[in-house]
């Protein structure tokens, strides 16, 4: 009996070689394996089935990962308001360990003996699959055929040509990568230093030239409506989210940052959802948090960001960390109003009945319920005593 190995496809030139190179030079019995996060419709999901098919596959699965990749990682991205570099919602980043541990589980499901993906020597996804891979399925063999016979895009076509493969090889002008957390793009702009995309880069069309007011409802840290309409998970409201603010062109940057692999990496996205939805948290827990708890979750959430993107996400580390988020979250709840307009969106206020700027206590800058003049005389005095006394000492120097 051949031997079996689950492939991570995608339907693209890289796992198309894998899909014929595994089976007819190493003589596997390829099992293809696509994980939505959010970002493919039934079409697209069907075409890529029958593309797998054609190539050989043995079977094609398809894994919806959706409401999975969103609770086990994209609702704690949410309640750390993580960015990386403070630019990048960390679209792909998360998105792939998703991806590699649905893999991962699928391959002990069948049995198999081999996984492979489809990356190459050069960037971040070869370490998070493989490490991954290592760490959940250890006493599986890792296939990385790109990779290892350090395949130029010409020889891949030339190969698949001289096994009869029909498909379009003509490479895209830009790599899209879509999931419900975001959507990344790279061009020949990104590899350079200093130019922007184009607007025809963009897979949505900047279409909305007024402005929009719209409310976004949270329940301890997650969006769970828009406009009083609810929705039964979170993943519908940032999908209507994501609807109705991209057309408007808000979401959009390019991130520079550090790459596991020790080289500067950059690429462009569109995030409107996920940047509006971390901005409103933001502002409904500064309103609600007190200053320790937003400091720690400050310290806590970039470093769970960073480790994320490095593929780290089976840490034991990690789960402590979303315990902290989680508990942090129990009053962050209320409505937070936001105006969207071409290319921005400002978030203009919130209600919350756990509103800790409360006139009950005092009115900044203004008057105060809780405290006398005399109150502040002794604790200025005191909160600044030991400076005083550090100065005096040190009168001299």
Not at 155 to 171: A, Q, S, T
Not at 246 to 269: A, S
Not at 328 to 337: L, Y
């Amino acid at each position: 009996m051949k031997k079996k190995v689950v492939l991570a496809y995608s339907g693209g030139l890289d796992t198309s070689f894998c899909c014929i190179y595994l089976t007819r030079d190493l003589g596997l019995e390829v099992h293809s394996v696509i994980v939505n996060t959010g970002g493919f419709s039934a079409e697209e999901l069907y075409n890529v089935e029958q593309r797998a098919y054609r190539m050989g596959v043995t079977s094609h699965h398809v894994v919806d990962e959706t409401e999975n990749f969103y609770n086990s990682c994209v609702r704690y991205l949410i309640y750390g308001n993580v960015l990386k570099n403070n630019t990048y919602p960390l679209s792909v980043s998360a998105e792939r360990v998703s991806q590699a541990t649905a893999i991962a589980n699928y391959a002990k499901e069948i049995g198999a003996e081999y996984v492979a993906h489809g990356s190459t020597g050069a960037g971040n996804d070869q370490v998070r699959f493989d490490m991954i891979f290592n760490i959940l399925v250890p006493n599986v063999q890792i296939l990385t055929p790109i990779r290892d016979l350090k395949l130029s895009r010409e020889e891949e076509i030339e190969y698949l040509k001289k096994h009869g493969v029909d498909m379009n090889f003509e490479k895209a002008k830009y790599s899209i990568n879509k999931g419900i957390w975001g959507t990344s793009v790279g061009g020949k702009e990104t590899l350079t230093s200093h130019l922007g995309l184009p607007e025809d880069a963009w897979p949505t069309p900047m279409t909305e030239t007024g402005s929009r007011n719209i409310e976004l409802t949270f329940e301890k840290g997650e969006l769970v409506a828009l406009d009083g309409k609810k929705y039964d998970h979170p993943t519908k409201a940032i999908q209507a989210l994501q609807a109705i603010a991209q057309p408007y062109g808000i979401g959009r940057d390019i991130h520079i940052g550090d790459t596991i692999i020790g080289i500067k990496g950059r690429v462009g996205f569109e995030a409107a959802a996920p940047m509006i939805i971390m901005k409103a948290h933001h502002t409904l827990e500064k309103h609600v948090l007190t200053k320790w708890q937003l400091s720690w979750k400050d310290q806590l959430a970039s470093f769970y960001g960073n480790w994320l993107h490095e593929g780290q996400f089976h840490d034991p580390i990690m789960r402590n960390i979303e315990t902290f988020l989680t508990d942090s979250q129990k009053q962050v709840s209320g409505r937070v109003f936001v105006q969207l307009h071409p290319y921005r969106f400002q978030v203009t206020g919130i209600e919350s009945e756990h509103d800790l700027m409360s006139s009950k206590f005092g009115s900044y800058g203004e008057m105060n319920n809780a405290w006398t003049g005399e109150d502040v005389k002794g604790f200025s005095k005191i909160f600044g005593n030991q400076v005083m006394i550090y100065h005096k000492v040190n009168s001299n120097d």
